[in-house]
């Protein structure tokens, strides 16, 4: 791991069901493909999503770091994606069973994931955290400390709308945002916007393969972290993305 800290950003869906993860994932490649140490944090216990994109054992999971069953150190939980980049790319997802996600969802677990954040963002250039819509202490708490807040939401109507609720909510817990991305097309209120993709959900990133996805991930990237990846070039980027592996 680098010793390097740079940002952590938490990626907050605005609604459910708004490609959060998988922006999350696609962000994640392309500043590893720049050659940056990235490490993924999952938030959304609900959904577990990030754990599709990874294969074998997933033990300790994030619940298990955040509850009192587990004093690994963070490292003992993360995972790394099977992916050919200049940089990095790691995880550490939820997998766990429902007595232990609610359990992850306590004030006393939210506290933890805010230290496990702290820990994380000295050990990689950069940390980006799937964040659920605020609605439980976890969220919470990924927002509380993160650097940035970005509220990311589909390219609807029902996105719209959601995208305004969600701003006032992280108003109410004194929390800026920082940006707003939307996914499946554009809005006027939006800061950045990646495509439609027909990839299936866990496919490996389509932005190490599409030089159009690439460039939209690429401005998400200004927005979450202010960096700027190239998209010119480099291991990973236009070429074979073959051993990604899924479960």
Request: charged fraction near 20%; proline fraction near 5%.
């Amino acid at each position: 791991m680098s010793d390097a800290s740079d940002e952590t950003a938490a990626l907050v869906g605005a609604t459910g069901g708004a490609g959060t993860t998988r922006l999350t994932v696609e962000l994640g490649a392309l500043l590893a493909n720049d050659g940056r140490e990235v490490l993924l944090l999952d938030a959304a216990f609900a959904t577990q999503g990030l754990s599709d994109y990874l294969s074998g054992r997933l033990a300790p999971d994030m619940t298990a770091l955040l509850t009192d069953e587990d004093e690994s150190p963070l490292s003992a939980g993360v995972v790394d994606f099977p992916l050919d980049t200049e940089g990095r790319l790691a995880c550490c997802p939820a997998a766990a069973p429902f007595e232990r996600l609610a359990r992850a969802k306590s004030p006393a677990a939210a506290e933890q994931l805010e230290a496990r954040i702290a820990q994380a963002a000295t050990a990689f250039d950069t940390v980006l955290v799937d964040t659920p819509p605020v609605a439980a202490n976890q969220s919470v708490a990924a927002v509380n400390a993160a650097d940035r807040t970005v509220v990311v939401a589909p390219a609807t109507t029902r996105g719209r709308d959601a995208i305004q609720r969600m701003s006032d909510r992280l108003t109410d817990l004194g929390v800026d945002v920082d940006g707003v991305v939307t996914t499946r097309g554009s809005l006027s209120v939006a800061d950045a916007s990646v495509p439609e993709t027909t990839a299936d959900v866990t496919a490996a990133p389509t932005c190490l393969s599409d030089r159009s996805m690439a460039t939209a991930v690429a401005d998400v990237a200004g927005v979450a972290v202010d960096v700027t990846p190239s998209t010119e070039g480099g291991r990973g980027l236009l070429d074979s993305v073959g051993g990604f592996v899924s479960r």
